[in-house]
Structures are given as structure tokens and as C-alpha cells.
């Protein structure tokens, strides 16, 4: 493969989300992101060695922003775990909130590259994890967070619900708003942190905040 970069590499990695999107990874055809990126169907080869390079490039660069967002939050001393929680549902919510497409093909895809465990993206995957546990740790230390919470099982917990909300959502953008689901999953992601009787204030006040719509 020739080293190139610019807006052509660009064009077929977004074309690329489309076509897997629409015809799954497994039933993607080079021919097809040419098409849809508008450029020979040779003109890929330049650029990628095949679809499941183009995968790996588009998961690494997904994961390198969710990893780079996640520092941010983790590194801000003025904000308690709590709000470091909220503010990684919202970075989450907010790196897809304009792509149906990318959504559900990060969604669709995630499991097949874990599986094979290859790829730069893994190591970002891991650190997200780690860096999640560590605030849910920061929030049990403070008092903050019930103590009988598994940081591990938590952050997976919280990952997972927001794969799978990212698909419902994905799958009928203009049924489902994605500021409701996005509000929602953190009232559930906290309330499972809070000690019960903050829990339930919590949920309360939350309840009282969300509009039904966008």
C-alpha cells in the first residue's frame, strides 16, 4: 500500500461508514465504497489494503478520540466523579450525535474487532475502561459513590448500555431523541453510583428536567 493522505483518503473512510452501515462489514464490497466515495475502484488500493484495513482505520480513529476525550474529563480537578460521570455520557453521546451511520456501524463492528484483538484501537479501548474505573474508584474514596460498587463491572455495565442505545437510536434517528436517551442513560448510570437516598432524590429531580422531546 502507498503511503498517501488528503481529502481522498478521507472521502472513501466516509464513504466506507455508509456501505457498512447499509450492507454490514461482511457484505461491503471495495466496488461499492469506490462508487459511493466517487473514485476508481483502483484508486482505494492507494489508500487501503482492503475493507478490513479501512475498518481498522476507522475504529482507531474513533477510539483515539473517545480515549482523547476521556483525559480531558479525567484531568479536570474541578469537577467531582459524579460530574466526570455526566460528562463522559455526554462526550460519548456527543462524538455520534450528527452520524447514524457511524453509530451503528461503531455498534455493529465493535465486537468482530475485539474478537480478533488486533488493531492499535484495542489499547485505546482499554485505557477508556481503565480511566472509567478509576473515576468510579475516585467517587468511592470521596464518599461520593456506594462502596460496594465493582468499578470493573460498573464501567463495562455503563459502556455496553450506551452501545446498545446507540443502536436503538441509530436505527431510527428521527423516532427516538437522542437528547432524551442520552439524559436518560445517565440518570441510570448515576443512580446505580448514589447512596440510596440521594439515588432516589436524584432520579426525582432528573425525571423533572427531561423534556419528552428534543
Known amino acids: 500500500m502507498r503511503s498517501r493522505t488528503g481529502n481522498k483518503e478521507k472521502s472513501i473512510a466516509d464513504a466506507a461508514v455508509s ?5 454490514g462489514f461482511h457484505g461491503a464490497r471495495i466496488a461499492s465504497i469506490a462508487k459511493e466515495a466517487g473514485v476508481a475502484t483502483g484508486s482505494v488500493y492507494l489508500y487501503f489494503r482492503n475493507k478490513e484495513s479501512i475498518l481498522h482505520h476507522l475504529f482507531h480513529q474513533i477510539w483515539q478520540r473517545i480515549r482523547d476525550q476521556l483525559v480531558l474529563v479525567v484531568n479536570k480537578s474541578d469537577k467531582t466523579p459524579k460530574e466526570k460521570v455526566e460528562d463522559i455520557v455526554d462526550r460519548l453521546f456527543a462524538l455520534f450525535s450528527r452520524d447514524p451511520a ?25 485505557d477508556f475502561l481503565l480511566m472509567g474505573e478509576e473515576v468510579v474508584r475516585d467517587g468511592i474514596r470521596q464518599g461520593q459513590f456506594r462502596a460496594d460498587i465493582d468499578p470493573r463491572i460498573y464501567s463495562n455495565f455503563v459502556f455496553g448500555g450506551i452501545r446498545q442505545l446507540l443502536q436503538f437510536w441509530a436505527r431510527a434517528p428521527r423516532e427516538y431523541s437522542f437528547n432524551s436517551i442520552r439524559q436518560r442513560i445517565k440518570t441510570i448510570a448515576l443512580n446505580g ?8 432524590t436524584e432520579h426525582v429531580a432528573h425525571e423533572q428536567r427531561i423534556p419528552a422531546t428534543d
Open 193 to 200: 453510583l448514589l447512596p440510596q437516598s440521594d439515588s432516589h
Open 102 to 126: 457511524l453509530a451503528q456501524v461503531f455498534v455493529n463492528e465493535h465486537y468482530l474487532l475485539l474478537r480478533e484483538g488486533t488493531g492499535a484501537f484495542v489499547k485505546y479501548y482499554e
Open 19 to 23: 456501505v457498512f452501515a447499509r450492507d
